[in-house]
């Protein structure tokens, strides 16, 4: 079992920057490719990025590269989301999620591949 809580969010001008923050518990941190999801009001959970368990590889959507970057400590059991640049159409309540390694790659991106998810926090991004 493994439980997620995320902080960080919160209300930001257009070009901003918030870094947000995934702490689980749980054992074999490292074992886990940990991912982060946004859903705006009347859409579905999309995927940010991801990172694999020991930190080495990383996925972004391309409608955040350069701007977000996913990292995490697994001394500390945590994922980041660095979050820079922000625009209003970043504006979604933001979940992070994991998952044991040991799948292909591509399935990650998945928000059904994952088993264990936070609760969100949201981050508004004013214009």
């Known amino acids: 079992q493994m439980q997620l809580v995320e902080s960080g969010g919160g209300l930001v001008q257009a070009g901003g920057s918030l870094r947000l923050s995934c702490a689980a518990s749980?054992?074999?941190?490292?074992?886990?490719?940990m991912g982060w999801f946004r859903q705006a009001p009347g859409k579905e959970r999309e995927f940010v990025a991801a990172?694999?368990?020991?930190?080495?590889?990383?996925n972004h959507v391309d409608s955040v590269k350069g701007r977000f970057t996913i990292s995490r400590d697994n001394t500390k059991n945590t994922v980041y989301l660095q979050m820079n640049s922000l625009k209003p159409e970043d504006t979604a309540v933001y979940f992070c999620?994991?998952?044991?390694?040991?799948?292909?790659?591509?399935?990650?991106?998945?928000?059904?591949?994952?088993?264990?998810w936070g609760q969100g926090t949201q981050v508004t991004v004013s214009s």
């Open positions: 999620a994991a998952e044991p390694v040991g799948y292909s790659w591509s399935d990650y991106v998945q928000p059904r591949r994952y088993d264990y």
């Open positions: 749980g054992r074999m941190f490292s074992n886990y490719v």
């Open positions: 990172i694999s368990g020991g930190g080495t590889v990383r």
